[in-house]
């Protein structure tokens, strides 16, 4: 499969572009909410409450994942082209693999979603986030196991902190 593709799913997990995304969504948020027609209306609540609930989980799974990458300080399996090595993967970086940044940060936003909405038919959106992990596999810059663990990181923390605000937020 094309390598380009694959960096175009990857993306959906990259701290650039949801620190853009989330920027905007505030931006639509305190637009919305200080419209005085839509500050009651359900979906801004709704949308207020995924903001709260993602960032904040975003802020821990970073932290989780920068912590867990210099005590395990397992190296990637790609060489980067900062190197002479005549072999090297353009996608690769040269800090550790796991877990795989990408793959926490498309299953916290995700699962956010999915908490906080209530709905299951946005469930779906899980192959978006779990081919957001394939596309790190494929790109060969994480093992299988960081993608998992990933996953199962992102999970994680959402759930937690959605659990800790459930009452806070009256979800």
């Known amino acids: 499969m094309d390598p380009n593709l694959w960096y175009e799913v990857t993306l959906f997990g990259g701290a650039v572009t949801w620190t853009v995304l989330f920027i905007a969504f505030t931006l ?3 637009f919305l909410r200080y419209k005085t027609s839509y500050a009651k209306n359900k979906r801004v609540k709704l ?19 920068t912590g867990i990458r210099e005590v395990t300080a397992i190296p990637r399996p790609c060489i980067p082209c900062d190197s002479a090595y005549i072999g090297c993967n353009e996608y690769c970086t040269p800090d550790f693999s796991f ?7 498309a299953f916290i936003v995700t699962t956010s979603l999915v908490l ?5 038919k946005l469930v779906p959106l899980y192959i ?5 992990g394939i596309s790190r596999v494929f790109l060969g810059v994480h ?3 960081d993608v ?3 996953a199962s990181l992102g999970t994680a923390v959402s759930l937690i902190v959605w659990r800790l605000l459930k009452s806070h937020l009256k979800m």
């Open 143 to 145: 093992y299988m196991g």
């Open 99 to 105: 877990p795989s940044g990408h793959t926490v940060i």
């Open 148 to 150: 998992i663990a990933g």
């Open 28 to 30: 639509i948020y305190l």
């Open 128 to 132: 978006l986030a779990a081919l957001v």
């Open 116 to 120: 906080v909405a209530r709905s299951r």
């Open 47 to 65: 949308f207020k409450k995924f903001l709260i609930v993602s960032l904040i989980s975003l802020l821990i799974g970073y932290m989780l994942v």
